[in-house]
């Protein structure tokens, strides 16, 4: 389902480099992290990801983290599906695409058990920034589904061999170059931390977002703490691990 540009920021001038960064020790921690170096950011640049993003039988589905919705209308003549984002940003620009979308926290799904044929979660898992929240919120997501769906999850990996990269440490903060003209004028980006930065006559207002690079095997190890479902695939495919997974009957 990706485009393999999920880690490539068309329009960013900055060097991509990953700031090595040490995994919370307790939920509060993670939660505080994930709200300063996700939430909060991704509400502000959602626009300008947006620009940099391109648009790729009778089932209904969820898209979880659907970000600017790019994946739901895919098919949408033969498949039906919903998105979520836990930023509110993302979720009114899918609703602006004509998209179903709103806005929900992928720890706590605002659905019903066994209601969706299939599930996607694209770029989403390697926010969370404990194997405690990863794997509820790989849970959450195989709750929602019915029995005999199937769910698509991807996640940066660490050893990028696409592009020839192989980082130390699998987390990391991965600056966003941000242009002012992207702002739709909502945001407040005072009491977020960031980086005045000038590049080629260009200002740039530079953040850096939360990612736990994941890494051989990894998708196993969660999944293995989930129960009812069994692994269909678990590959590697330009710098992104992808992994698809059955609820069982």
């Known amino acids: 389902m990706s485009n393999n540009n999920n880690n490539n920021n068309s329009s960013n001038p900055s060097e ?6 040490n995994e919370p020790t307790t939920d509060k921690e993670a939660y505080g992290l994930e709200l300063k170096h996700v939430h909060q950011i991704y509400d502000v640049i959602s626009s300008h990801f947006d620009n940099t993003r ?30 979520s984002d836990i930023c509110s940003s993302f979720a009114s620009i899918s609703a602006q695409k004509g998209s179903e979308s709103l806005v929900a926290d992928g720890l706590i799904l605002p659905y019903k058990t066994n209601s969706f044929d299939y ?13 405690e929240r990863r ?15 199937v769910f698509l999850v991807t996640a940066w990996a660490m050893t990028q061999k696409w ?11 991965v600056p966003w170059m941000f242009q002012q003209k ?12 960031s980086t005045p930065v000038q590049k080629s006559g260009t ?6 977002r939360y990612y736990h690079l994941f890494d051989e095997g990894e998708f196993e190890h969660l ?18 691990y992808y992994c698809f997974i059955r609820k069982l009957e």
């Open 223 to 240: 999944f293995s703490q989930v129960s009812n479902i069994e692994i269909l695939s678990n590959n590697l495919d330009h710098d992104n």
């Open 16 to 21: 991509d480099i990953k700031v090595p960064f």
């Open 54 to 83: 391109y648009k790729m039988v009778g089932a209904i589905g969820v898209d979880v983290g659907c970000g600017n919705g790019k994946y739901l209308n895919i098919n949408s003549s033969n498949i039906f599906s919903i998105g």
């Open 119 to 131: 599930a996607i979660s694209i770029a989403v898992i390697h926010h969370f920034s404990t194997v």
């Open 135 to 149: 794997v509820n919120a790989l849970r959450e997501v195989v709750r929602v589904l019915k029995p005999g769906g």
């Open 203 to 208: 200002n740039y207002q530079k953040f850096h």
């Open 163 to 173: 592009k020839g990269k192989n980082y130390d440490s699998q987390d990391v903060m």
């Open 182 to 193: 992207f702002s739709n004028g909502t945001e407040n980006t005072t009491e977020i931390e």
